[in-house]
């Protein structure tokens, strides 16, 4: 029995790959490689020492999901594949919800005709929108997105719903992340983004490493301790293994659940520029700038509901997720 993790070889998705294998899983990855580097795979055999199946595949590709079910005794599946980009996803909406809506509803399909009932799902805090307060808890009202990204995770997150509602035999985790940062600490495996990073960790690093002359601080006059955005990061390896839990829910039960995997903890852009100077040693170049539209001055979780209900718990403070966040950009200056 495997589990199938799509958008495996991606910066969350590998990850993960690590702790199932290291955890004793059999895993069977697909991943079309839109974003991500074949390298990842083998980096992950390398750091568990460990062998795994894994398709070129798109999600939208209903034959070759049908193959991947047909070959394998899949349990469940961990579903990572999709388009992140809060910007493109203005730029590009039809992609958007063509790739994330329209490629998890053929899988879905897939899942349902092969009976395997069983999936976690990669949500993102960005469904909780611009009226709630932080602490953000998930019984709170979910929707108001303000990117057509953020609206796929919250559309995708209702197609679950409604389709556990429709047959109960469906088991169904909804994660919920807020900011994954940090690498693997072997320096082997980390976040590598095409051109010029988006996220706040990414561009750090960069500039640190003299790839990028200067950060941008978008905003100081936000109602913030330093008037500059606060975050909850969390080390994507608490936040990998944060799915294993999740794993052993839906294969335990018949439930559709959902959680934060965040650390409670709000940290601001300052304050992670600091911290990553201390940790690698390098000064980081840094200008304040305008606010960037679309932003919220305050986003961090509740996470007890995955300590009380997964027995979860984010273990990596931000001194971690820097180190390891440098040592990969350090041991690999242009990504894998
Ligand atoms: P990533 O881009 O590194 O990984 C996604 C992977 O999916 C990539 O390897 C990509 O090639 C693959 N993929 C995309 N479309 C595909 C398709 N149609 N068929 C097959 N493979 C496809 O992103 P990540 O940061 O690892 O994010 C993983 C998931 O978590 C995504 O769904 C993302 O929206 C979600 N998420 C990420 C963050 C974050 O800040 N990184 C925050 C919240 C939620
Ligand atoms: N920031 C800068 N300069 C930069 C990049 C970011 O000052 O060059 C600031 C932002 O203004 C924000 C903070 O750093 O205050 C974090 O920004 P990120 O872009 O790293 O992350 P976001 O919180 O904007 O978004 C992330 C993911 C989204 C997800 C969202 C909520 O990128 O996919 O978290 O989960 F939807």
């Avoid at 590998?14 to 490689?33: P, R």
């Avoid at 009202?141 to 609206?151: E, R, S």
Wanted: net charge negative; with cysteine.
């Amino acid at each position: 029995m495997s589990i199938l993790v799509t958008g495996g070889a991606g910066f969350i998705g590998s990850h993960t790959c690590v702790e199932l294998l290291n955890a004793g899983y059999e895993i069977v990855v697909l991943d079309n490689f839109y974003n991500s580097n074949p390298e990842s795979l083998n980096r992950i055999k390398k750091i568990t020492g460990k062998d795994f199946k894994f398709y070129e595949a798109d999600i939208r590709d209903r034959a070759a999901l049908d193959k991947i079910f047909k070959e394998n005794e899949i349990e469940a599946v961990i579903h990572f594949a999709g388009l992140k980009a809060v910007g493109e996803s203005c730029r590009k909406p039809l992609e958007y919800y063509e790739n994330n809506i329209g490629g998890t509803i053929t899988l879905c399909e897939a899942m349902r005709d092969a009976n395997c009932k069983k999936i976690v799902f990669s949500s993102s805090a960005t469904v909780y929108g611009c009226e709630n307060v932080s602490p953000l808890t998930e019984s709170m009202k979910i929707g108001g997105t303000t990117n057509p990204y953020g609206t796929t995770k919250y559309m995708i997150e209702l197609i679950l719903q409604d389709l556990y509602a429709s047959d109960n035999e469906w088991s169904i985790t909804i994660l919920r992340y807020f900011n994954p940062i940090g690498a693997h600490e072997s320096g082997m495996i980390g976040e590598n983004p095409n051109g010029i990073p988006n996220n706040l960790m990414p561009y750090v690093t960069q500039v640190a490493i003299g790839k990028l002359p200067q950060l941008s601080v978008f905003g100081d006059d936000y109602d913030t301790p330093d008037g500059t955005g606060v975050r909850d990061y969390i080390h994507v390896v608490d936040l990998a293994l944060g799915h294993i839990k999740a794993v052993e829910k839906v294969l335990s039960t018949k439930e559709v659940n959902v959680y934060n995997l965040g650390t409670g903890t709000g940290y601001s852009v300052l304050d992670i520029v600091k911290a990553f100077e201390k940790a690698s040693g390098k000064k980081v170049n840094y200008k304040i700038a305008p606010r960037r539209d679309g932003d919220l001055a305050t986003c961090y979780s509740d996470p007890s509901k995955a300590l009380n209900e997964l027995g979860w718990k984010a273990e990596r403070g931000l001194d971690k997720m820097c180190e390891d966040s440098w040592r990969w950009q350090k041991n690999n200056p242009n990504g894998f």
